[in-house]
Structures are given as structure tokens and as C-alpha cells.
Nanobody
Framework: VQLVESGGGSVQAGGSLRLSCAGS????????MGWFRRAPGKGLIVIGY???VYADSVKGRFTISQDNAKNTVYLQMNSLQPEDTAMYYC????????????????????WGQGTQVTVSS
């Protein structure tokens, strides 16, 4: 299984970016997919998965959507702020392990390489 992210980059505060993550290989269609991020000097946090945003810091600004036909998950990020600067990772659970509340990074078996998002003030 491979997860390949795209769409990162640099943007000014208030701008938008859309990240994409496509699964390939022995990837089971409909697998639970989500997004995490790691800001400089901080730990990995969950943004959301299963089309639900869980991180309070981005609710109302970020949305997650998954296209099972394309094995792709998207992260639409609006009203970006400097504190959103981080490496963003997509992740997927193994086949047969569905999305449910309270999942952590250890519950995801497959990870993308990460894509950098930098927001300047």
C-alpha cells in the first residue's frame, strides 16, 4: 500500500490550500483515511478522518472528504493561519478496520511521506 500526498506549499495568512492523498497498491477501497499534522517542535496530532474534522483548532476552517472510487482523501484548508504551519500526513487504516471515534496515530497502518504547508503572516 502506498499513500502519495500532494498540494502542499506556501501561502499567506487567510489563504487556502487543498491537499490530496491517493492510495495505491493493495489498497482496499473504502478504507478509513485521514489527516494528521506535526508542527515544528510539537507532536503529531490528528486533524480528522472518515470525513470528520476532530481537531478543535481547525474546525470551521478545514474539511475532509474521501472519494472511495478514487481511493483518495482530501483536506481543504481555508483561512489558514501561521499556526497551521506544519508537515501534513495522510494515513489509512488496514483493510477491514473502519473509521470510529477516538482513533489515534497508532490505529493507522499506512502513512504518506508528508507534505509541507507554510503559512506566512
Amino acid at each position: 500500500v502506498q499513500l502519495v500526498e500532494s498540494g502542499g506549499g506556501s501561502v499567506q495568512a487567510g489563504g487556502s490550500l487543498r491537499l490530496s492523498c491517493a492510495g495505491s497498491g493493495y489498497f482496499a477501497s473504502g478504507s478509513c483515511m485521514g489527516w494528521f499534522r506535526r508542527a515544528p517542535g510539537k507532536g503529531l496530532i490528528v486533524i480528522g478522518y472518515g470525513n470528520i474534522v476532530y481537531a478543535d483548532s481547525v474546525k470551521g476552517r478545514f474539511t475532509i472528504s474521501q472519494d472511495n472510487a478514487k481511493n483518495t482523501v482530501y483536506l481543504q484548508m481555508n483561512s489558514l493561519q501561521p499556526e497551521d504551519t506544519a508537515m501534513y500526513y495522510c494515513a489509512a487504516r488496514s483493510a477491514g478496520s473502519w473509521c470510529r471515534p477516538s482513533l489515534g496515530s497508532r490505529d493507522f497502518a499506512y502513512w504518506g511521506q508528508g507534505t509541507q504547508v507554510t503559512v506566512s503572516s
